[in-house]
């Protein structure tokens, strides 16, 4: 019989709110269950046992109305703690999209923010939206994206999320569909590994409007996880991926574990795990993590 674990994780969790989570999970036949607080009023897990394939569906459906938490429901086996993260850039490890910050500096982030929406959303090909994109941000110089990269936003929990799994001896890789100017010091400026992004052709000191071959899009992402998973020695059910966008979803299902961060419709449409009340620490909570294991 499996054991399943329903990670709760948010604000004023309190014990009456617990006691409400024990009866909705009892009143769907799970059994033997018991309670890890992980995080004493904010992160708890909550251990079932069960025989049922469509148990973990069910919780889902029955604990989505308990209020403004992030639920994660899954099995509580070798592979829940992750050996590889791996992350998307914009809008995840960062709070801004680098290109309509980018676009800003030549008047035009409206346009561009329109095209970058559909994209996320899937409504456009993303390496389309892409070209279209960058196409536009010719002539802009390099020192535009140097400013745009003083005035980048981590999003809270980002460097905990990195610092703790590389403590525990996993590794931490960005893969982004964004331009490698920005990803590699922001990779190394939280922690990460090793990163990965499309290459802006420059003339003179300035974007042509061209984009280096090849291109990272969601193929590409997807195979990522594959192939840093083979070189690590590790299965694909040792990764975790955490994404935003459209683009991210294959990424996100080829990995063990995928997870949403405030991410579009698209992605939360097909993807069980979703964070949208809380920031990336979550990501070690649904694992296991204690808060005495933090990294901060």
Request: charged fraction near 20%; proline fraction near 3%.
């Amino acid at each position: 019989m499996a054991e399943i674990a329903v990670t709760i994780v948010g604000n004023d969790l309190n014990t009456v709110l617990e006691n409400r989570a024990a009866q909705i999970i009892k009143e769907t036949g799970a059994g033997g269950l018991r309670i890890d607080k992980l995080h004493p009023g904010y992160a708890i897990d909550m251990l079932v046992k069960s025989d049922s394939a469509a148990l973990a569906d069910l919780l889902r459906k029955k604990l989505a109305d308990l209020g403004a938490f992030d639920i994660f429901v899954q099995d509580n086996g070798p592979f829940r703690k992750k050996k590889l993260l791996i992350a998307d850039m914009d809008a995840t490890i960062i709070r801004q999209e680098t290109l309509n910050e980018l676009a800003a500096h030549l008047g035009i982030q409206d346009k561009i923010s329109t095209i970058t929406e559909k994209a996320m959303n899937g409504e456009i090909d993303f390496p389309e939206a892409l070209s279209q994109r960058v196409k536009m941000l010719a002539g802009l110089p390099l020192a535009a994206l140097a400013a745009t990269l003083d005035k980048i936003q981590y999003s809270a929990g980002a460097t905990t999320l990195a610092k703790t799994m590389n403590r525990h001896e996993a590794k931490c890789m960005l893969v982004s569909g964004g331009f490698e100017f920005f990803t590699a010091p922001i990779a190394e400026k939280i922690g990460f590994s090793r990163s990965f992004g499309n290459r802006l052709e420059i003339s003179d000191g300035k974007l042509t409007g061209e984009i280096i071959p090849p291109i990272v899009d969601k193929r590409a992402k997807e195979q990522i996880v594959v192939s840093q998973a083979r070189t690590l020695g590790i299965q694909v059910q040792q990764v975790m991926a955490i994404g935003d966008g459209a683009n991210d979803i294959p990424m996100l299902q080829r990995a063990g574990t995928g997870v949403g961060y405030f991410a579009k419709p698209a992605v939360v449409a097909v993807i069980p795990h979703q964070i949208r009340h809380t920031d990336l620490v979550s990501a070690l909570y649904m694992q296991g993590y204690r808060q005495s294991e933090l990294i901060l």
